[in-house]
Nanobody, 118 residues
Framework: QVRLVESGGGSVQAGGSLRLSCAASAYAYCMGWFRQVPGKERERVTVYASNGYINYIDSAKGRFTISKDVGKKILYLQMSGLKPEDTAIYYC???????????????WGQGTQVTVSA
């Protein structure tokens, strides 16, 4: 069982930056950040595997950076050059799967709101 607690959301103007954090209660090989806008499907933004594998959706490349403090079991998402279309609830997730990107995501945080104004 992995408990995930996100923090760091907020409101910024377009072009601004935010850093999200996700504290995990236990080790997880594959972790990721997702986001969801009301009425739309949850979208996977980026994933991080303990072997160093990372990927991003195209809209996040060059603007978002995922990283992990392994000792503290904290996953970060540094977001810069934020756009209004990045507005969403951001969720941290972890998988018990041995693959990354995972085929299924078993643990979810409560979500943190990110709002970007034009």
């Amino acid at each position: 069982q992995v408990r995930l607690v996100e923090s760091g959301g907020g409101s910024v103007q377009a072009g601004g930056s935010l850093r999200l954090s996700c504290a995990a209660s236990a080790y997880a090989y594959c972790m990721g950040w997702f986001r969801q806008v009301p009425g739309k499907e949850r979208e996977r933004v980026t994933v991080y595997a303990s072997n160093g594998y990372i990927n991003y959706i195209d809209s996040a490349k060059g603007r978002f950076t995922i990283s992990k403090d392994v000792g503290k079991k904290i996953l970060y998402l540094q977001m810069s050059g934020l756009k209004p279309e990045d507005t969403a609830i951001y969720y941290c997730a972890a998988s018990a799967d041995g693959d990354c990107p995972a085929r299924s995501w078993d643990y979810w945080g409560q979500g943190t709101q990110v709002t970007v104004s034009a």
